[in-house]
């Protein structure tokens, strides 16, 4: 069976189980925050390991003796996931420009003075500097704002303005995980769980990301972002089957 055929197999069994009871739900989404929070802070290269993160997470404010700006990240990576809940509970309300950028102002709240602006300059993870003209940028997300008006919500549209905001860089820093939170966002207001990075997963994912908008060959990641999903699904189905949110002892999918 395809891959697309077996996504489509288990959105429709996580259909059927829904709705589930809120133990499981807060089990799921608890599970997700931490996950998503690591993979985020991993990709922005922020040097916290998965216990760090899971101790300022569940403390809720800055620990003593550790980086204050890491920590913020992270808090603030909680209120962004927060503020995509809330977007996806509003499927009326469109997904546009602005929405990308209340997610960054949101993720480099107090760390970044450009947060939620765009740069003026190279993106800092743009060794290379091939990012787009910073003269271009407006145009660029203004036709991406248009071009998700006019689009269905669903793992392909996901996975494309994801590719369109990575080719774009719009931001000095944080371009990875605000195209992450644009992307899960898009499907969960299709009723789709998130997509995770997992640590074993991360160069391929940046590669096959740097690979979609340097040579236009989008295939590769796109089956990625499905295999992200695949398993995002099964996280869920088995939670739900068990009947919390703790399918397993280790990372979630």
Known sequence: MALLDEIAEKKRALDAARPLPQEVVHGIADRFE????VAAAALEEIPLKRADVK????RGSILRHRGVEEQRFVLNHRAALELMARLSFDPSGAVTERTVTAFHAVLYRGIEDEA????????????????????KLRVSMS??????RKSDAGPDTAFEAHHRLSAIRPFHAGNRATALLLCN???NRAGYPPVVVQADDRGLYLDLVERAWSVGDKTPFRDLMMRFLSQSLDFCLEAAGKGDGEADGGEAP
Request: hydrophobic share 40%.
């Open 34 to 37: 931490l996950d998503l929070t």
């Open 55 to 58: 101790a300022i997470l569940e």
């Open 116 to 135: 939620g602006k765009y740069r003026d300059g190279p993106p800092k993870d743009d060794p290379a500097e091939t990012a787009p003209d910073p003269a």
């Open 143 to 148: 036709a991406l704002s248009t071009w998700m």
């Open 185 to 187: 966002l898009i499907l």
